[in-house]
């Protein structure tokens, strides 16, 4: 190994670990409990989340590599495979989904991205949005409660009073965080707070729904750590028919022929109304550590715009 993976080597790497191993341990327990299927990830495939037009994402492109004649795309997110699984009849599924994203090397500073990471991604059939903002807070607080109990020698060796929140969190719009904050309402706001809290109703990628009252509003909803350390969670109520997803993959100015498999099962009408979340693991063991950078709990770093070693 190189000597160098060796000096770089993170402050109090162990205790981070162990705090991670609590915490993945807690998400399966706490899924499997509420009646979740675990699924494998998949890392290869003809269609992945565009993440277009997500406010918050800056990639420099969507990684594809030559397979058997044709090109794969990796995943960026498997949204759309979760969608496909609930019409397979899974009702409730869960994944360990490791996601690349390329991230462009300006977001080294945010402290918060890495160009390849892991989100906990969950969907159920028929639900709603109130209903998977509810089992989030009770995952939320679960974990966070098992940390503290399980790990309290590691925690007071890394310095980190870790505070459980109550239910509800509370619950704010995106138009309400940019009129008090402006536009980057969400490093401003998740350092004004000291509990986490929702903001709902985004304009971002085609299969959050629209809200079909209110045209122009998304039952989406994204969780936001408290203690400035930003995003946790996104999620939403899915688009399932077909002119719906059609429609706004058109607006959004993305080329259908990139989503056509997909396309193909909502237009023979087999998708199926779900509701879900992705919650990403290491913003999570990052925030539960109290550690400086996202990077700083990784024994190998992924972060964008930095040197990779192994
Ligand atoms: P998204 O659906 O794009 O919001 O991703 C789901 C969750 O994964 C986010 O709420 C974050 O917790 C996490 N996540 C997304 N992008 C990154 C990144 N570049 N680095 C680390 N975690 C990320
Ligand atoms: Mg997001």
Same mark, same amino acid.
């Given at each position: ?8 080597? #993170?402050?109090?790497?162990v205790?981070i /670990?162990?705090?991670?191993t609590?915490?993945?341990k ?5 899924m ?16 992945? *989340? ?7 994402s800056?990639?420099?492109?969507? #990684?594809k ?5 044709? =090109? ?6 498997m ?24 991230e ?19 969907? /159920? ?8 903002m509810?089992l ?5 607080i679960?974990?966070?409660?098992r940390?503290?109990k ?9 310095g980190?009073?870790?505070? /459980?929140?109550?239910? #509800? ?5 995106s138009?309400?965080m940019i009129?008090k @904050?402006g ?8 350092k004004?707070?000291?509990? #986490? ?9 085609? @299969? ?9 509003? @998304?039952r989406?909803?994204?969780?936001i750590?408290? =203690? !400035? ?5 996104? !999620? ?11 429609s706004? /993959?058109?607006?959004?100015?993305? *080329?259908?022929?990139n989503?056509?498999?997909y ?16 919650? !990403?693991?290491e913003?999570?063991?990052?925030f ?5 950078h996202i ?8 972060v964008?715009g930095?040197?990779i070693?192994?």
């Amino acid at each position: 190994m190189q000597a160098s993976v060796l000096l770089l080597k #993170p402050k109090n790497l162990v205790e981070i /670990i162990k705090i991670q191993t609590t915490i993945l341990k807690s998400i399966h327990d706490f899924m499997t409990d509420r009646g979740f299927l675990q699924l494998m990830p998949v890392l290869t495939s003809t269609v992945t *989340d565009p993440l277009w037009p997500d406010p918050g994402s800056t990639i420099e492109g969507t #990684p594809k590599i030559k397979y058997a004649g044709r =090109e794969l795309t990796l995943t960026q997110s498997m949204i759309l495979h979760k969608q496909v699984a609930v019409a397979m009849g899974l009702d409730k599924i869960y994944i360990m989904s490791p996601n690349i994203r390329l991230e462009k090397s300006f977001r080294k500073i945010t402290r918060r991205h890495l160009f390849e990471f892991t989100q906990m991604d969950f969907e /159920i059939k028929g639900a709603s949005m109130d209903s998977v903002m509810s089992l989030v807070e009770d995952l939320v607080i679960y974990v966070l409660e098992r940390v503290k109990k399980e790990r309290a020698e590691e925690l007071e060796k890394l310095g980190r009073d870790l505070k /459980i929140p109550s239910k #509800p969190f509370p619950r704010y719009t995106s138009h309400e965080m940019i009129e008090k @904050y402006g536009k980057e309402w969400e490093e401003t706001a998740s350092k004004l707070h000291d509990t #986490p809290f929702w903001v709902t109703c985004f304009k971002r990628e085609f @299969y959050d729904r629209e809200d079909p009252e209110r045209p122009g509003h @998304y039952r989406n909803y994204d969780l936001i750590y408290p =203690e !400035g350390y930003g995003e946790a969670l996104s !999620g939403a109520e899915r688009e399932w028919e077909y002119k719906r997803i059609i429609s706004r /993959i058109t607006a959004d100015g993305l *080329d259908p022929k990139n989503f056509e498999p997909y396309l193909a099962l909502a237009r023979e009408g087999l998708l199926v109304p779900s509701a879900g979340a992705g919650i !990403g693991i290491e913003r999570l063991v990052w925030f539960a550590t109290g550690a400086e950078h996202i990077g700083d709990i990784q024994p190998f770093r992924r972060v964008p715009g930095e040197e990779i070693f192994l």
